[in-house]
């Protein structure tokens, strides 16, 4: 099965998904990838919040220059 992460709640559904199954086998295997999920969704997530500042900051530009051509 593969996962596809597209936003936070994705992340988030997977790191419950990854406790669950530690809390249930107590297997080392997947102890040792719940810290490379945990990586690896850190960063997916600071990307996440990369391109959502960038979509943000070029809304904040449409907007004040809308209101400067408004502008008497």
Known sequence: ???????????RRLICKTIRKIEAAGDEAVVTNAG???QLSAQFLKAYEVEKIAVLEKQ?????QANVNRKP
């Not at 099965?1 to 992340?11: G, H, I």
């Open 1 to 11: 099965m593969k996962t596809q992460l597209k936003d936070p709640a994705d992340v």
């Open 60 to 64: 904040i530009k449409a907007l004040e």
């Open 36 to 38: 490379k999920i945990a």
